[in-house]
């Protein structure tokens, strides 16, 4: 819609003849020319938008994101926050910007690029779905709306792509290019080694004039491990022994008032109905709509009935709406063969770098009954083809999603062990925690470091699971099948583990404080320097397990088996081991004092240099045991036979 000149003053003219002059031409006049300008801004951008594009599209630029991709980052966007602490760490997403250390993320990067800047390297860090990419292709889109920076060129590329390395070296103006790449928790050399990764990415980006490069906050394991100090040396930089150092941003969730400005531009006032849906959506899971990602997809199309819980729920509702939306009649075996595509392209992720070309996705599509053609594949699906004919999920998070989801199904036999992602990892213990079933099978399972404090795991199948480091406080995992499982570090205080098999498992330095074994099964297993102050394993299979450096002070270990258990140096002091089979046990310098062997069985045991001053011995078996340099100072040995 186009409007001369002397159109508009016709029209003014006749809207404010006095003779016309009503409240409602008034008011109707008002949106008239409020429509006017609203369409005239409207043509602009999308003139402005048309150009920056056209530009792009004579950049390398364009061989990582093509034109549908950049248009639906720049469709709807707000501008975030962004603040150099990470948000991570505060559990209500709310409080941070209470804090008042953020920044609008534009007027932080005008300052990172801006001639006077010190600083030329940046990370721009954030969670998964929180708009790293969308933040980096309209700074790029910005530049050229405005020529913010008109003597410099902005070239975004994904560091997941196989010629990223490549694209980087044949960039010729460098001292006049700005590098953003992204995705480095995607880069499959830094999966592999992030220190190497770094010090290369570092390597072939000297000489450019800025670099920013973006991540998911929690592919790093600590923030010590976000490499910093680059080989570039500048005295004028922000130094650390004279050389360059990359600043860190951390992206910010939206806060209530850029959720409003969301709704706000996504339906208008005309939209009224879906506008509120969309409110009743978000306010029944404030948290989550915090995350750009989500949002998007949470004011599209949810059930205002339905309560969400957590992004498992929400993922799981996306997928079945896109589902539910495609053509292809068999929907269950479209379910399958997405997750059979995430599996494929997250186990070999080195070599695909998440996306599959035509000619091998249609045979493989075929096998799982699926035609290609019938997918709508637009920008709404969540299986999207670029420019060059390669199918990638759109957000990371839906690949990962679909292969847990691919993962638990699968027969344990047929599963491989990977390293999980965090996003996996919280994919994860959401089920576990909301959707539990003993039919949920996690053998195999990357599960280091998550929180199960307090849920009921009783009965789950978790054979060779990695759960090092993992927090167990006050789990039920009553029954539970743990065999071969790694539980190093893990915290098992106050753990109802009873009847549970935890045969060959290595739970070495563990907290077990309080913890319920009674019939446990612990055959050979590696308890090495864990704590097992007053827990009680009465009845505990114990053969062959290793206890030394063990603190199992004040434990009930009554009846227990501890035929073959290499006990060397453990504190046992105060413990109750009447009746236990200590039969050829090795206990060389363990703290006895003051424990209950009655009855005991210790035949055969290698007890040099252990302490039994105080110890109950009475009808305790000692023959052929190795008692030299004990303590039995104040020990009871009525009747026990030596």
Request: proline fraction near 2%; include cysteine; hydrophobic fraction near 40%.
């Given at each position: 819609?186009?409007?001369?000149?002397?159109?508009?003053?016709?029209l003014?003219?006749?809207?404010f003849?006095?003779?016309?002059?009503?409240?409602l031409?008034i008011?109707?006049?008002?949106?008239?020319?409020?429509?006017?300008?609203?369409t005239?801004?409207?043509l602009?951008?999308?003139?402005k938008?048309?150009?920056?594009?056209?530009i792009?599209?004579?950049?390398?630029?364009?061989e990582?994101?093509?034109?549908?991709?950049i248009k639906s980052?720049?469709d709807?966007y707000?501008e975030?926050?962004?603040s150099?602490?990470?948000?991570?760490y505060?559990?209500d997403?709310k409080?941070?910007y209470?804090?008042k250390?953020?920044?609008?993320?534009f007027?932080?990067?005008d300052?990172f690029?801006?001639?006077g800047?010190k600083?030329?390297?940046?990370y721009?860090?954030g969670?998964?779905g929180?708009?790293?990419?969308a933040?980096l292709i309209n700074?790029?889109m910005r530049?050229?709306?405005?020529?913010?920076?008109?003597?410099?060129q902005?070239?975004?590329?994904r560091?997941n792509?196989k010629?990223?390395d490549q694209c980087?070296?044949n960039?010729e103006?460098k001292?006049?290019t700005i590098l953003f790449l992204?995705?480095?928790?995607?880069?499959?050399?830094?999966i592999?080694?992030?220190n190497?990764?770094?010090?290369?990415l570092v390597?072939?980006t000297?000489g450019f004039?800025?670099v920013?490069?973006s991540?998911?906050?929690?592919?790093?394991?600590n923030?010590?491990?976000?490499?910093?100090?680059t080989s570039i040396?500048?005295?004028n930089?922000?130094?650390?022994?004279?050389?360059?150092?990359?600043?860190i941003?951390?992206l910010?969730?939206f806060n209530d008032?850029?959720v409003?400005?969301?709704i706000?531009?996504?339906?208008?006032?005309l939209?009224y109905?879906?506008?509120?849906?969309?409110?009743?959506i978000?306010?029944?899971?404030?948290s989550?709509a915090l995350?750009?990602?989500l949002?998007?997809?949470m004011s599209s199309f949810?059930?205002p009935?339905?309560e969400y819980?957590n992004?498992?729920?929400?993922y799981?509702?996306i997928i079945?709406?896109?589902?539910?939306r495609?053509r292809?009649?068999?929907?269950?075996?479209?379910?399958?063969f997405?997750?059979a595509?995430?599996n494929?392209?997250?186990?070999y992720?080195?070599?695909?770098n998440?996306?599959i070309p035509?000619?091998?996705?249609?045979?493989?599509a075929l096998?799982h009954?699926?035609?290609?053609?019938?997918?709508e594949l637009s920008?709404r699906?969540?299986?999207?083809r670029?420019?060059y004919?390669?199918?990638?999920?759109s957000?990371?998070?839906?690949l990962?999603?679909l292969f847990?989801?691919y993962f638990?199904?699968l027969?344990?036999k047929?599963?491989?062990f990977l390293?999980?992602?965090?996003?996996i990892?919280k994919f994860?213990?959401?089920l576990v925690?909301?959707?539990?079933?003993?039919?949920?099978?996690?053998?195999?399972?990357?599960l280091t470091?998550l929180?199960?404090?307090?849920?009921?795991?009783?009965g789950l199948?978790l054979?060779r699971?990695?759960?090092m480091?993992?927090?167990?406080?006050n789990?039920?995992?009553?029954?539970?099948?743990?065999?071969?499982?790694n539980?190093?570090d893990?915290d098992?205080k106050?753990?109802?583990?009873s009847?549970?098999?935890?045969g060959?498992?290595?739970?070495?330095?563990?907290?077990?404080n309080?913890a319920?074994?009674?019939e446990?099964?612990?055959c050979?297993?590696?308890?090495?320097?864990?704590i097992?102050?007053?827990a009680y394993?009465s009845g505990?299979?114990?053969?062959g397990?290793c206890?030394?450096n063990a603190?199992?002070k004040?434990?009930n270990?009554e009846?227990t088996?501890l035929s073959?258990a290499?006990l060397?140096?453990?504190n046992?002091?105060?413990?109750?081991?009447?009746?236990a089979?200590l039969?050829?046990?090795?206990?060389t310098n363990?703290?006895?004092?003051y424990?209950n062997?009655?009855?005991?069985?210790?035949c055969?045991?290698?007890?040099n240099?252990?302490n039994?001053?105080?110890a109950?011995?009475?009808?305790?078996d000692?023959?052929?045991?190795?008692i030299?340099?004990?303590n039995l100072?104040?020990?009871?040995?009525?009747q026990t036979?030596?």
């Amino acid at each position: 819609m186009f409007f001369h000149n002397q159109d508009i003053i016709s029209l003014l003219t006749n809207i404010f003849d006095i003779k016309q002059f009503t409240i409602l031409k008034i008011i109707g006049g008002i949106s008239t020319i409020l429509i006017i300008i609203k369409t005239i801004l409207e043509l602009k951008t999308k003139w402005k938008d048309n150009k920056a594009l056209k530009i792009i599209n004579n950049e390398i630029t364009f061989e990582f994101f093509d034109e549908e991709t950049i248009k639906s980052y720049t469709d709807i966007y707000i501008e975030p926050y962004c603040s150099p602490s990470d948000p991570s760490y505060t559990e209500d997403l709310k409080k941070i910007y209470g804090e008042k250390k953020h920044e609008k993320l534009f007027t932080k990067i005008d300052e990172f690029l801006s001639e006077g800047a010190k600083n030329r390297h940046m990370y721009l860090l954030g969670d998964s779905g929180t708009g790293k990419t969308a933040a980096l292709i309209n700074i790029l889109m910005r530049n050229y709306r405005h020529k913010k920076f008109s003597k410099k060129q902005i070239i975004v590329l994904r560091l997941n792509a196989k010629n990223v390395d490549q694209c980087i070296k044949n960039i010729e103006n460098k001292k006049n290019t700005i590098l953003f790449l992204d995705a480095f928790d995607e880069d499959p050399f830094a999966i592999e080694s992030i220190n190497t990764r770094y010090n290369q990415l570092v390597d072939i980006t000297e000489g450019f004039n800025r670099v920013l490069i973006s991540s998911r906050t929690q592919f790093f394991p600590n923030s010590a491990a976000i490499k910093r100090k680059t080989s570039i040396p500048n005295i004028n930089a922000d130094q650390s022994d004279g050389y360059r150092m990359f600043t860190i941003q951390y992206l910010l969730p939206f806060n209530d008032e850029q959720v409003q400005k969301f709704i706000k531009k996504k339906y208008s006032i005309l939209n009224y109905k879906l506008r509120r849906k969309a409110w009743q959506i978000i306010s029944a899971a404030p948290s989550l709509a915090l995350r750009p990602m989500l949002l998007k997809y949470m004011s599209s199309f949810m059930d205002p009935n339905k309560e969400y819980k957590n992004s498992y729920d929400i993922y799981e509702e996306i997928i079945i709406h896109w589902i539910n939306r495609e053509r292809i009649s068999d929907k269950v075996a479209l379910r399958r063969f997405s997750e059979a595509l995430a599996n494929h392209l997250y186990r070999y992720q080195k070599e695909n770098n998440g996306q599959i070309p035509r000619h091998e996705l249609v045979p493989f599509a075929l096998t799982h009954k699926i035609d290609l053609n019938e997918l709508e594949l637009s920008s709404r699906s969540l299986l999207n083809r670029d420019g060059y004919g390669n199918y990638k999920f759109s957000h990371r998070s839906i690949l990962e999603f679909l292969f847990i989801n691919y993962f638990v199904k699968l027969p344990v036999k047929d599963r491989v062990f990977l390293d999980w992602t965090d996003q996996i990892k919280k994919f994860v213990a959401e089920l576990v925690k909301l959707h539990y079933s003993q039919e949920i099978d996690l053998s195999e399972a990357d599960l280091t470091g998550l929180n199960f404090s307090d849920c009921n795991l009783s009965g789950l199948k978790l054979v060779r699971a990695n759960l090092m480091g993992a927090n167990l406080n006050n789990v039920n995992l009553m029954e539970a099948v743990l065999t071969e499982a790694n539980l190093r570090d893990a915290d098992l205080k106050g753990a109802v583990i009873s009847e549970a098999n935890l045969g060959k498992a290595d739970l070495r330095r563990a907290k077990l404080n309080n913890a319920t074994l009674s019939e446990v099964i612990l055959c050979n297993a590696n308890l090495s320097d864990s704590i097992l102050n007053e827990a009680y394993l009465s009845g505990a299979d114990l053969e062959g397990i290793c206890l030394s450096n063990a603190d199992l002070k004040g434990a009930n270990l009554e009846g227990t088996n501890l035929s073959n258990a290499d006990l060397k140096s453990a504190n046992l002091n105060n413990t109750s081991l009447a009746g236990a089979n200590l039969t050829s046990s090795i206990l060389t310098n363990a703290e006895l004092s003051y424990s209950n062997l009655k009855g005991a069985k210790l035949c055969k045991a290698i007890l040099n240099g252990a302490n039994f001053s105080m110890a109950n011995l009475s009808n305790a078996d000692l023959q052929d045991a190795n008692i030299q340099g004990i303590n039995l100072k104040g020990s009871i040995l009525f009747q026990t036979n030596f």
